[in-house]
């Protein structure tokens, strides 16, 4: 059996609902208009290019993403105390903590 989901309407309704099919025509169309809206020459842009603008949000959030690239993955001075703690046995895990947390991951 072959199903044509590209057809809007199939001849055995195979493709997409009639509503699915319309909508789709609707955002073709909303393209289209778009496109083709009234532009002043300082809008129009040659064919073949493209430019985005960032929102403020946007950029503070690529900020926050690059000074985080920049930063070890592990933080060895953190691994080194940490160590020496289990090493001299001043490093005192809290069981009820742990168990807490592994009961939390287990009802997600």
């Known amino acids: 059996m072959v199903i044509d989901f590209n057809a809007p309407n199939g001849a055995n309704n195979?493709?997409?609902t009639g509503q699915a099919g319309a909508s789709s025509v609707k955002r073709d169309s909303d393209v289209e208009n778009a496109r083709g809206a009234e532009k002043t020459p300082e809008q129009k842009q040659?064919?073949?290019?493209?430019?985005?603008?960032?929102?403020?949000?946007?950029?503070?959030?690529?900020?926050?993403?690059?000074?985080?690239?920049?930063?070890?993955?592990?933080?060895?001075?953190?691994?080194?105390?940490?160590?020496?703690?289990?090493?001299?046995?001043?490093?005192?895990?809290?069981?009820?903590?742990?168990a807490d947390k592994l009961l939390a991951l287990e009802t997600r």
């Not at 985005?52 to 105390?81: G, T």
Request: charged share 30%; net charge neutral; hydrophobic share 30%.
């Open 14 to 16: 195979s493709g997409r």
């Open 46 to 98: 040659p064919v073949g290019e493209s430019s985005v603008k960032l929102s403020e949000q946007a950029q503070q959030l690529k900020s926050i993403e690059e000074r985080l690239r920049q930063l070890p993955e592990v933080d060895n001075e953190r691994v080194a105390q940490i160590r020496q703690a289990v090493a001299d046995g001043s490093y005192k895990p809290d069981s009820s903590r742990i």
